[in-house]
């Protein structure tokens, strides 16, 4: 009996007439199987049914080696190597079981079987027929009676779909390949059919996965490489590209298109590693250099081009070169607006240029996209903040200076302002107190902007001389009025300069 679950078992789910190997009795006399063949036999099917395939297979191995006319021994191999997967394997130990039992037809219908997957249907019919007439088991005449038809079935397909690829109709023709293989598994020039259908119809993915299996099912194929290595390229996917090209000169170090064909995936796949390389030091113009070749290199790519702008638009944005990154950033959205690294790029530039509205509307279309990502969300949060606070009081405003400003900008603009708004220059009282209140934000604005850390508080949206964005509450130790700045000499800010000013 067949253990339920067993290895056995679910082949013969598969294959209902692969169980007479379980039922199948050792038959001494007419194999002329000696004592050692006998072990290996029933120690393998032991191990066989027990699921533990490689050491059966080293038993049925030994068998043959040992009685090479022994029918039971390639039949019960052939088992083992469907189980593995392997049936090119089994194929022909099926074979060499016909030859030598022509009556036993549990191998002659499974056979037919697999010549039927590999889409061989004339020679899978001859043997579901020779079944029919050998007196087959009511069973197995069951089971080769429903495979011919199958087999006819997949004989009128083939004849429709070749008929409505040579008219071009590749829709159609694709409809009848997926009945084909759904039964004809292992054909593999009609999967090759029908990723020529796939790159017709502009599905080069689709394509790629059919050639995959091509490239396994037959030996040596380097056109299915080749094609596969292209279609990633198209696709601007140039590492994949390059791995399966390599992958058709293992097979064929002379083959010319292959060949040509790696020379041009090999230069770009330099130009774009070392472009981020570049990228990775905080080198960006050599970075952005590089991706201009890339462009260059292949310009009859779309995708290449889209790509090479996306990451100029990252490195013109890292390089807080706003104006640069917001054009190339919107060149590349104009394409794909919903390319979510060049949407967070051209927000950051959005950012330094102080479009606060642009930025988070830009994070937010990001969002849409890709919402657990932490970057876009403490970006948008930022670009709330520094909005909101460009309401109130805004201290790069203040000294008319770029948020990417050098402290040298900044003390430079605060001398130049401090000296223009001192109240002491001015004898109108009402102007006296206008100067008073400009001085106070002008010199509040070179406090901040001037210390690293209450700079970084302020460009991440919180104003460290605001009492209401300070968490916990509590006084402002920053807060001062104009009495606190007298006497305060606004140009020693630690450089060599004293100067001392009179004012009538």
């Not at 393998?44 to 043959?64: E, M, P, R, T």
């Not at 037919?112 to 249907?121: I, P, T, V």
């Not at 690829?165 to 293989?181: G, V």
């Not at 030996?219 to 140039?238: C, V």
Request: negative net charge; hydrophobic residues 35%.
């Amino acid at each position: 009996m067949v253990a339920p679950g067993s290895v056995t078992s679910r082949l013969g789910a598969v294959f209902p007439f692969l169980l007479v190997l379980v039922d199948l009795q050792y038959e001494g006399a007419e194999c002329g199987v000696n004592a050692d063949v006998e072990k290996h036999l029933e120690l393998g099917k032991k191990l066989l049914a027990a699921g533990q395939l490689a050491d059966a297979l080293s038993q049925f191995h030994a068998a043959v080696d040992g009685d090479p006319d022994n029918y039971i021994a390639y039949y019960r191999r052939a088992t083992v190597f469907l189980a593995m997967g392997k049936s090119k394997a089994a194929l022909p130990d099926l074979t060499k079981v016909i030859e030598l039992k022509m009556d036993f037809t549990a191998a002659r219908l499974q056979r037919g079987h697999l010549l039927l997957k590999q889409g061989k249907l004339d020679e899978a019919e001859d043997d579901f027929k020779k079944v029919l007439k050998s007196n087959p088991s009511e069973n197995e005449e069951k089971e080769a009676q429903s495979q011919l038809l199958k087999s006819d079935e997949m004989q009128r397909l083939r004849s429709q779909a070749l008929e409505a690829f040579e008219s071009a109709d590749y829709t159609a023709a694709i409809t009848f390949l997926d009945k084909i293989l759904e039964v004809c598994v292992w054909d593999a020039e009609l999967r090759e059919l029908r990723a020529e259908c796939f790159i017709k119809e502009g599905e080069p993915r689709k394509a790629i996965s059919d050639l995959k299996a091509t490239s396994k099912l037959k030996n040596d194929n380097t056109e299915a490489f080749y094609k596969i290595s292209t279609l990633y390229y198209q696709l601007g996917d140039h590492e994949l590209s390059l791995s399966e090209v390599r992958e058709c000169l293992k097979l064929d170090q002379d083959h010319k298109r292959c060949f040509a064909h790696y020379k041009q995936v090999k230069k770009l796949n330099k130009l774009i590693e070392s472009a981020e390389e570049l990228i990775r030091d905080g080198r960006y113009t050599d970075a952005i250099s590089k991706y201009e070749s890339v462009m260059k290199t292949e310009p009859s790519i779309a995708e290449y081009t889209v790509r090479s702008k996306e990451r100029i638009c990252h490195c013109f944005s890292k390089d807080e070169k706003p104006v640069e990154a917001i054009r190339v950033c919107s060149e590349v959205l104009q394409i794909e607006p919903d390319n979510v690294n060049a949407l967070k790029d051209r927000a950051e530039a959005y950012l330094i240029e102080e479009m606060y509205d642009e930025a988070i509307q830009d994070y937010e279309a990001a969002q849409e996209h890709n919402e657990n990502d932490q970057q876009i969300r403490e970006g948008l949060e930022k670009a709330q903040r520094l909005l909101k606070q460009s309401q109130k009081r805004d201290y790069y405003k203040i000294l008319g200076v770029k948020r990417n400003a050098k402290k040298q900008e900044i003390i430079k603009a605060y001398r130049k302002l401090a000296l223009q708004w001192h109240p002491d220059n001015f004898q109108n009282e009402e102007e006296k107190k206008k100067a008073e209140k400009k001085f106070i934000d002008i010199a509040a604005a070179k406090e901040v902007l001037s210390d690293p850390e209450m700079r970084k508080k302020f460009d991440d949206g919180e104003d460290p001389l605001d009492a209401e964005s300070q968490q916990g509450g509590g006084g402002n130790p920053f807060h001062r009025s104009w009495n606190s700045w007298q006497g305060f000499n606004p140009f020693s800010s630690g450089g060599p300069f004293r100067f001392k000013f009179h004012f009538n």
